[in-house]
């Protein structure tokens, strides 16, 4: 008879800088959660999230942003990194360890819908329409992949008489360098690629 019992491969987790010095990018060998899940409150966090509202639980943890293989946890002012960089990194990979739950059912649907409840008042026709399509293009090819390495994540939101406006979540939102980012990377490329874009604003997820 086969032996069913597969030696499970261990956690493994190694810390990230990103550019938010309040942020901090916790990445696993695991996938965590296929998709972006963006915790700024503990309500929310409660309603979705049995990991995010664990960590929330942590007295230094502000923000908590789950994708694909890793965590992003914004912590409060009055904490160092090193102070609490090892707990918490000892906390995340036995959460891991243990199989505990991620996020629950649901959650995804919940999210696409509040976004289409969002920008429905965005009706796009005829030549804005394919604009749109142009920068969400634009902004998923060579945008995301780069935000993401930094522990963020960035969506669009609307375009309107020239302006794009953007989310930014997980590190990116409240950090220092996120608006050179966006003026001069993101608001530069979408001006050469989309002569009709005249600028890029952004609102924190």
Do not use: H
């Not at 943890?61 to 990194?89: H, P, R």
């Amino acid at each position: 008879m086969e032996n069913k019992t597969a030696t499970k491969n261990p956690v493994m987790l190694y810390t990230e800088q990103t550019p938010n010095p309040e942020s901090l990018k916790f990445v696993t060998n695991r996938m965590i959660y296929k998709g972006t899940a963006d915790f700024r409150e503990e309500e929310l966090a409660r309603e979705w999230s049995p990991m995010a509202t664990a960590l929330f639980e942590l007295p230094y943890v502000k923000g908590v942003y789950i994708c694909n293989n890793f965590v992003t946890l914004t912590k409060e002012f009055n904490y160092s990194w090193e102070d609490i960089m090892l707990q918490a990194k000892d906390y995340i990979k036995k959460y891991i360890e243990d199989g505990k739950p991620i996020l629950t059912e649901g959650f995804e649907e919940a999210m696409e819908k509040l976004e289409e409840e969002r920008g429905a008042s965005y009706e796009y026709t005829g030549e804005e329409a394919e604009l749109v399509k142009k920068i969400k293009e634009l902004i998923d090819t060579y945008v995301k992949p780069a935000v993401e390495m930094d522990g963020g994540n960035i969506e669009f939101k609307k375009f309107d008489k020239g302006t794009v406006v953007v989310v930014l979540q997980g590190s990116c939102s409240g950090c220092p360098s996120s608006t050179v980012t966006l003026k001069a990377g993101i608001e530069g490329m979408l001006k050469r690629m989309v002569p009709e874009v005249t600028e890029v604003v952004a609102e924190m997820g």
